[in-house]
């Protein structure tokens, strides 16, 4: 694989001068990573669609104290290039190899894949399983959700027009108080030009997964099986705070319940898929905020797996 293999110095952010990581030229496009601490193998956090590398920041820093721990934006997401999305799991998994190459992070690493990202750990395994010690996936997408999740039946249309307008008319408000919460703890210096990014790309998580239900499912159902890795997959049982404001409390009440029972099947033949797989419940956890609601638990699983992987 061609790498080029220039580093670029400096400070890079958001919006303003984030002391926190670099960009690195890959193959001509501009990506940025951050690495701290030492060991193998690499933690490497997979965001999901529209979320980027320091939203996990506060489970990052916990595993620069063990191992080396990655955060990284894809192309077109945070402070990476631009360029359009969505993109094929293909392209990612390509990016994501070459850049880690290029930043000088070794094989193999414990994929932390959170939604969205989830799709491209599994896809990354599936075609470098060599270079694949372990995994996490924090409610990851699945090619399953399309057939068996509970429809939405017409009778709700008039509450979901009206939530969603009420949203739009106040999503700075709504979801700038989400976000706060969501970083509370995260310095100041990060925090204000994270949200400030976050409210001026709402939109950019139903872009980056505009796929999900075609090319993506498509790549990981051909792509073969998962290898024989240690696996945690995580299933968060409350409502996520940033779908609510646009889904009807009636559509709420009525699927909310029958929905998890679809994610709890789903999740834990996932995790049966491999020998050592294993399926966690979180009921307090929400999908966006898994890391966030549950940090500990997040956390736990992930020394869990570098325990195992170390073990091998």
């Known amino acids: 694989m061609k790498n080029d293999t220039k580093k670029l110095h400096g400070n890079t952010s958001i919006s303003g001068g984030l002391p926190i990581g670099n960009l690195y030229s890959v193959e001509g496009r501009n990506l940025f990573l951050h690495h701290a601490g030492i060991g193998s193998p690499a933690v490497v956090f997979l965001p999901a669609a529209g979320m980027v590398g320091l939203d996990y920041l506060n489970i990052h820093n916990e595993m620069s104290q063990h191992t080396t721990s990655v955060i990284y934006d894809r192309a077109g997401t945070g402070r990476s290039d631009q360029m359009k999305l969505p993109r094929s799991a293909l392209e990612v998994t390509n990016e994501l190899r070459s850049l880690l190459h290029t930043a000088g992070i070794p094989a193999p690493y414990l994929f932390v894949g959170h939604s969205l990202g989830g799709i491209y750990a599994r896809r990354y395994a599936q075609r470098f399983p060599e270079e694949v010690a372990g995994m996490l996936l924090p409610e990851p997408a699945h090619e ?102 646009i889904m009807s409390k009636s559509f709420l009440s009525d699927t909310w319940d029958a929905f998890n029972h679809v994610k709890n099947r789903i999740y834990s033949k996932l995790a049966n898929s491999v020998p050592r797989g294993e399926h966690r419940i979180l009921k307090n956890a929400g999908h966006t905020t898994i890391h966030t609601d549950c940090p500990d638990e997040v956390v736990h699983a992930i020394l869990d797996l570098l325990d195992l992987c170390k073990k091998e």
């Open 144 to 245: 399953d959700f399309l057939n068996e999740t509970p429809k939405f039946k017409i009778r709700y249309l008039p509450q979901q027009i009206f939530a969603i307008l009420k949203t739009l008319l106040n999503y700075k408000q709504i979801y700038g108080r989400l976000f706060e919460q969501m970083f509370a703890e995260w310095p100041e210096s990060v925090r204000g030009p994270l949200i400030d990014y976050h409210l001026g790309t709402l939109l950019k998580t139903f872009t980056e997964r505009k796929n999900l239900n075609s090319e993506l499912i498509n790549e990981v159902r051909s792509g073969g099986d998962m290898p024989d890795i240690p696996l945690i997959v995580f299933t968060a049982m409350g409502i996520d705070p940033f779908m609510a404001p």
